[in-house]
C-alpha cells in the first residue's frame, strides 16, 4: 500500500511543539470555549455543576490530547492490539458490573469518572484495523482468510454495545470500522454482501428493540403523533433552531432552552441551545470549525509516511466528520434520535477522552510523520 519513509531522528521537545499543527490545536480550543458559554447557558446563566465539571474535563483532557500526541507514533502501532483487548475487556464489565440509567447498562462507575468504554472503542477499533491492514499487502486484502478477522473484531464490540442497548454508539463503532476497511481496499461487492445481508437481518433485529427505540423510529416518521411524549424533545429542538432565525436571539436569551422547554439540553442537544442564541451564522461557524479540524486530520494523513498513519488519519477524519453530522442532523429531525454527543461541544467525559486520545494520535502522526512503522 503505503511505503514508509527514512527513519526520524530522535526528536526533542522543542522539535514537538514546533511539530503541532497549530490550525487543529485552535480550532479544538475554540470550540471547547465555545463549549464553555453554551454550558453556562443550559447552567441558567450561572456559573453551577455543569459548567464547572465541563471545564475541568476540557483542561484535563485537552492536557492529555498533548501528551498522547508527543509520544511516538510506533508506541500506538505497538499498543493497537492491546488498547483494543482492554476496551472490549471494559465492555464485558459493563455488560455483568455496568451502571444503568434510562433503562440502558453502559457504564462502569470509577471513582473519578462514570466511563463508558463504547465511546473509547470508536478509536479503539480504528486504531486496531488501522494496523491490521498496515501488516497485509494489498494483493491479499480482497482474500477471504484476510476478511474474517476484521469483521470479528467489528462484530464483537457492536453486538456488545447493542445489547446495552445503545443502537446509536454501535452503528458509529462500525462504521468507524468499515471505513477502515473500505479505505485499506476491500472491494465493493463485500460491502454489498454484507448489506444485502443487513438487509435480511433487519425485520429479525427490530423485534428485538425496546419500546423506546422503536418509538423513536416511529416518531422520526412522525413527529406529530404523539408530541407531548416520544416526539416531545425532537419537536422542541426544531423550534428552537428556527426561533434564532439567522442571528440568535442573543447570549442567555433562548426561551425554549432557556425556560427548560427542552430537556437534555447540555448532552446531546448542546448545538440546539447554541443554535436559539446565535441563530444561523452562529451554527455555521461551529460547523467550520468542525470542517477545518476534518480537513487538518485528512492533510495530515497526506503527510504521513507510513500506511498505519494514513489509514487511521482518513478513518478518523471520515468518523469524526459522521460524529458531528449525525448530531446535528438527529437535532434538526433529519434522522432518528440516536444518542450522538456532539464533539467536544457535548458534556460527558467518555465522549470527550475518547475525541481527545483519537485527535491526540492524529497529532502523534504529524510530529512523527518519518517514523517508519513496524
Request: proline share 4%; net charge positive; with cysteine.
Amino acid at each position: 500500500m503505503f511505503k514508509s519513509g527514512s527513519i526520524q531522528s530522535h526528536l526533542t521537545l522543542r522539535d514537538k511543539i514546533f511539530g503541532l499543527d497549530l490550525t487543529l490545536v485552535i480550532s479544538m480550543f475554540l470550540i471547547g470555549v465555545i463549549s464553555f458559554f453554551a454550558m453556562y447557558s443550559t447552567d441558567g446563566g450561572q456559573f453551577a455543576y455543569h459548567t464547572k465539571s465541563h471545564i475541568v474535563r476540557f483542561v484535563v483532557f485537552f492536557t492529555l490530547f498533548f501528551i498522547v500526541s508527543f509520544v511516538k507514533l510506533n508506541f500506538w502501532y505497538n499498543s493497537a492490539i492491546p488498547i483494543y483487548l482492554v476496551i472490549l475487556f471494559l465492555l464485558v464489565l459493563v455488560k455483568y458490573f455496568g451502571l444503568t440509567s434510562s433503562g440502558s447498562q453502559r457504564w462502569l462507575g470509577l471513582y473519578f469518572i462514570n466511563l463508558q468504554p463504547s465511546e473509547l472503542m470508536k478509536v479503539g477499533l480504528i486504531l486496531f484495523l488501522a494496523k491490521y491492514y498496515h501488516r497485509i499487502s494489498s494483493g491479499d486484502v480482497n482474500r477471504v482468510r484476510y476478511l474474517v478477522q476484521p469483521l470479528i473484531a467489528l462484530l464483537i464490540p457492536v453486538i456488545l454495545v447493542i445489547t446495552q442497548p445503545d443502537l446509536g454508539t454501535s452503528f458509529l463503532i462500525a462504521f468507524g470500522g468499515m471505513v477502515v476497511v473500505w479505505l485499506a481496499g476491500v472491494q465493493m461487492k463485500f460491502f454489498t454482501y454484507l448489506g444485502a445481508l443487513f438487509l435480511f437481518s433487519a425485520p429479525i433485529a427490530i423485534s428485538f428493540l425496546k419500546p423506546y427505540q422503536k418509538s423513536r423510529i416511529l416518531t422520526f416518521l412522525d413527529p406529530s403523533r404523539d408530541p407531548l411524549g416520544a416526539g416531545y424533545q425532537i419537536t422542541q429542538s426544531k423550534i428552537a433552531i428556527g426561533s434564532g432565525g439567522l442571528f440568535g436571539k442573543g447570549f442567555l436569551n433562548g426561551s425554549q432552552s432557556y425556560l427548560d422547554y427542552l430537556p437534555e439540553k447540555h448532552t446531546d442537544f448542546i448545538f440546539t441551545l447554541f443554535s436559539e442564541e446565535f441563530g444561523f451564522f452562529g451554527s455555521m461557524l461551529v460547523f467550520s470549525l468542525y470542517i477545518l479540524i476534518t480537513w487538518r486530520i485528512v492533510n495530515i494523513g497526506h503527510s504521513v509516511r507510513s500506511s498505519f498513519g494514513k489509514l487511521y488519519c482518513y478513518s478518523f477524519a471520515t468518523a469524526f466528520f459522521v460524529y458531528v453530522t449525525v448530531n446535528m442532523g438527529m437535532v434538526l429531525g433529519l434522522i432518528p434520535i440516536v444518542g450522538a454527543p456532539l464533539p467536544i461541544m457535548s458534556y460527558g467525559g467518555s465522549s470527550m477522552l475518547a475525541i481527545m486520545l483519537g485527535l491526540g494520535i492524529v497529532m502523534s502522526c504529524k510530529i512523527h510523520k518519518e517514523q517508519p512503522i513496524g
